[in-house]
């Protein structure tokens, strides 16, 4: 299982970016797919899920609410991540990363197994 994750960069906030994470060497659609980030002296916090066959059902952490939209492309192998309104608080690097195990909330680091080397994103003020 291979994740590829890019799309990082700096920009103003109040900006725009998409991340994009593509997966090999697995059939995409029963994994559970996640993006983290994680602030230089912080821990790595969960963003967003998309779990259940194929991603249909989603998840938020609430500072990214109403700004951020996970989405997926199962032929493709591919998850996104939207990312709108930047905010500075949203600099960090950015994984990718993926699991077949079922976790009630998947919001945790150790509920996956498989994650993508990440991509440093850097919101300017």
């Known amino acids: 299982v291979q994740l590829q994750a890019s799309g990082g960069g700096l920009v103003q906030a109040g900006g725009s970016l998409r991340l994009s994470c593509a997966a090999s060497?697995?059939?995409?659609?029963?994994?559970?797919m996640a993006w983290f980030r994680q602030a230089p002296g912080k821990e790595r916090e969960i963003v967003a899920a998309a779990v259940g066959w194929g991603g249909g059902t989603t998840y938020y952490t609430d500072s990214v609410k109403g700004r951020f939209t996970i989405s997926r492309d199962n032929a493709q192998n591919t998850v996104y991540l939207q990312m709108d309104s930047l905010k500075p608080e949203d600099t960090a690097v950015y994984y990718c990363a993926a699991t077949l195990k079922y976790s009630s909330d998947y919001a945790l680091p150790g509920d996956y197994d498989y994650w993508g080397q990440g991509t440093l994103v850097t919101v300017s003020s």
């Open positions: 060497s697995f059939t995409f659609g029963p994994y559970a």
